[in-house]
């Protein structure tokens, strides 16, 4: 006890009026700043939003008989890993799947994708606008 009086700092409980104030007001105030950043963390999700694979994508895209989930997964694990390294990821809807072939080709070399890879990436967006959309 001695210590602690000596030292009131290493008591790990508040003591007397003031000092359960000063905690209750700095507990208001930590859960404050957690309910504003849940908050941004809630609305930068939903602005970039990549919906998960499922096997209607693979089936969507009648067409292409290379494309499965396999693929697909990998086409998502790296539209979202690699394209976010220079900027946000954009909505999978805001541009026409022509559009989609094209950007994905010409930033494949920036994001040092190998052609396996930048088709998977564009197999993924696509399948998502034709099953989503």
């Not at 994905?104 to 564009?122: G, Q």
């Amino acid at each position: 006890m001695k210590l602690l009086r000596q030292h009131p700092h290493l008591n790990p409980l508040p003591q007397g009026e003031k000092a359960t104030t000063r905690l209750a007001r700095a507990t208001r105030g930590s859960a404050c700043k957690l309910i504003i950043v849940c908050c941004i963390s809630v609305s930068c999700e939903s602005t970039n939003y990549v919906p998960p694979v499922t096997p209607q994508m693979a089936g969507s895209n009648s067409r292409r008989q290379d494309v499965d989930l396999d693929k697909l997964r990998e086409g998502r694990t790296l539209f979202v890993h690699r394209c976010i390294e220079c900027h946000t990821l954009p909505r999978l809807w805001h541009y026409t799947p022509k559009d989609w072939t094209e950007i994905v080709n010409s930033m494949s070399h920036r994001a040092s994708l190998k052609p396996a890879e930048r088709d998977a990436v564009i197999a993924y967006i696509l399948a998502v606008r034709a099953t989503e959309h």
